[in-house]
């Protein structure tokens, strides 16, 4: 008997430069235990939409897990190792985090990223994130390794300047991408949120863990 094998990826996107796209990283007991771990750390740190220095607030509703949390409010963006909204610690990597993180790394130009933060961005459908570069790290030499969980989405990636030219490609439940070196600091940005294509029970919309070296 044949076992038929699901076309769930479509041919390979056309990617920029120096990104590294890994669909399917993780397989459906891995993401499993990984949205388990998500609602661990909301459970501790709730996930909030954060209000940005010109008035607004994030699209996206946002929580950290790991030594330091990324923040924004009206004095801008930044680090912190306490939560502000709770004055707690944030809650350790759960260890689907660190296993997850840790095989993902294994497999790339840094074998040894040892992440200090994890912000978890949650989409729900209608969310998205406008063209940013990461920055607010020490050490740019480390890169920023992303993994999803939930709906389907257009990732979009520019060039280093935000007027640049962007490439969308749809990224899903499982899969990784990394920017690091040479891509380390290009726009990039969440277009589009595939409402039901989740394919993880209690999860309804697009969680994104996305690991740092902060500090
Ligand atoms: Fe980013």
């Known amino acids: ?5 699901l076309a769930l990826t479509g041919p390979a996107p056309d990617l920029p430069e120096g990104v590294i ?3 399917n990283a993780l397989a459906a007991n891995e993401q499993q235990e990984l949205a388990e771990g998500v609602f661990a750390v909301t459970a501790a740190a709730p996930l909030a939409r954060l209000r940005t220095k010109g008035g607004g607030a994030t699209s996206a509703a946002m929580t950290n897990c790991g ?12 680090y912190v190792t306490a939560n502000p909204a709770t004055g ?10 660190l296993r997850a993180v840790r095989k993902i790394a294994a ?8 992440p200090d933060a994890c912000l978890i961005n949650f989409y729900e459908p209608g969310a998205k994130m406008g063209l940013h570069q990461d920055r607010d790290e020490k050490d740019f030499a480390q890169p920023i390794i992303t993994i999803c969980l939930g709906d389907d989405a ?26 690091g070196g040479a891509s380390r600091m ?3 940005g969440v277009r589009k949120i595939y409402a039901g294509t989740s394919p ?3 999860v309804n919309g697009r969680f994104s863990l996305t690991f740092r070296r902060a500090l």
């Open 1 to 5: 008997m044949h076992q038929t094998t």
């Open 21 to 23: 796209f890994r669909p």
């Open 67 to 78: 030594q330091a949390g990324w923040w924004s409010d009206a004095k801008g963006y930044r």
């Open 88 to 97: 707690q610690s944030w809650p350790l990597f759960p260890e689907s985090f």
């Open 107 to 114: 497999d790339s130009p840094w074998p040894d990223f040892a």
């Open 154 to 179: 257009d990732f979009l990636v520019g060039g280093f300047a935000r007027t640049d030219k962007t490439k969308a490609f749809v990224i899903h439940s499982g899969d990784a991408l990394m920017m």
């Open 186 to 188: 290009l726009f990039h």
């Open 200 to 202: 993880l029970p209690g």
